[in-house]
T-cell receptor, first 105, second 115 residues
Framework: RKEVEQDPGPFNVPEGATVAFNCTYSNSASQSFFWYRQDCRKEPKLLMSVYSSGNEDGRFTAQLNRASQYISLLIRDSKLSDSATYLC??????FGTGTSLTVIP | GAVVSQHPSRVICKSGTSVKIECRSLDFQATTMFWYRQFPKQSLMLMAT?????????EQGVEKDKFLINHASLTLSTLTVTSAHPEDSSFYICSTGATTNEKLFFGSGTQLSVL
């Protein structure tokens, strides 16, 4: 069983749409959770950390559900520049498969 | 500025040759370096974890004799792909962080193409 499972998509959404990604993890003792963004053949860049209380940064909201062992990322009012692959990371080093997002004009 | 410097960014080599990839931490001491491989349209797969002054820990299914990792100093970790074959062609990237509960700092990645 993989440490982290993530729907690869692709998600194709129009500008302005709201889109959500989920990521499930297998280790119930996992302590740290992050969302990264990766553009094609570039290094991943940290988008936001995920806390038990949830956190929000502008159009982005991250949630953690320990009971069901998943984390989520919500993007509101999608911009063309949001097109990328979104990766969840559990315990600092284990990446999900990544979810591809394309925002369409 | 970059926290981790990775070189080379791109390398093309003949089958059977060895390729060394370097990752240097800038302005801080990286006791641990993580090495990943990413095939097209796939996620980053952790290959191994290197610790300064000790042997690297390899993930299941990764050949330690094929992917040699050296972490001789607190600022330099290297990955050598020995006797590279076309199936080793991939994007290799390193990262480091103070602990596994903190965010990672990534190198810029190395695109390896084996002919």
């Amino acid at each position: 069983r993989k440490e982290v499972e993530q729907d690869p998509g692709p998600f194709n959404v129009p500008e302005g749409a709201t889109v959500a990604f989920n990521c499930t993890y297998s280790n119930s003792a996992s302590q740290s959770f992050f969302w990264y963004r990766q553009d094609c053949r570039k290094e991943p860049k940290l988008l936001m950390s995920v806390y038990s209380s949830g956190n929000e940064d502008g159009r982005f909201t991250a949630q953690l559900n320990r009971a069901s062992q998943y984390i989520s990322l919500l993007i509101r009012d999608s911009k063309l520049s949001d097109s990328a692959t979104y990766l969840c990371v559990v315990n600092g080093v284990y990446f999900g498969t990544g979810t591809s997002l394309t925002v369409i004009p | 500025g970059a926290v981790v410097s990775q070189h080379p960014s791109r390398v093309i080599c003949k089958s059977g040759t060895s390729v060394k990839i370097e990752c240097r931490s800038l302005d801080f001491q990286a006791t641990t370096m993580f090495w990943y491989r990413q095939f097209p349209k796939q996620s980053l797969m952790l290959m191994a974890t290197s610790n300064e002054g000790s042997k690297a820990t390899y993930e299941q299914g990764v050949e330690k004799d094929k992917f040699l990792i050296n972490h001789a100093s607190l600022t330099l970790s290297t990955l050598t792909v020995t006797s590279a074959h076309p199936e080793d062609s991939s994007f290799y990237i390193c990262s480091t962080g103070a602990t596994t509960n903190e965010k990672l700092f990534f190198g810029s990645g190395t695109q390896l193409s084996v002919l």
